[in-house]
């Protein structure tokens, strides 16, 4: 009995992990020649322009991004 609980638990343990690992989308923030950078799905994007920028922060949500300038 307890080694069909432990792999009935194991198999939901797996099914929800996999679940949660295909919705990930990774954004990243990055400083190049001083200018802050987004990289979100494999595109680049220039953030700020004519400014420089140092040090960039995710907030705790990941909703915004904090600079330095």
């Known amino acids: ?9 194991t198999l ?3 099914h ?4 949660a690992s295909a919705e ?4 990243a923030a990055f400083i190049r020649d001083h ?3 987004l990289k ?7 953030l700020t ?10 907030s705790y ?3 915004f991004i904090g600079i330095h300038t």
């Open 1 to 9: 009995m307890r080694i069909r609980i432990l792999l009935l638990l």
């Open 12 to 14: 939901i343990y797996f």
């Open 16 to 19: 929800f992990s996999t679940i």
């Open 24 to 27: 990930t989308s990774l954004t």
């Open 35 to 37: 200018q802050l950078w």
């Open 40 to 46: 979100k799905d494999g595109q680049e994007i220039q």
């Open 49 to 58: 322009k004519d400014r420089y920028v140092y040090s960039p922060k995710w």
């Open 61 to 63: 949500d990941g909703r």
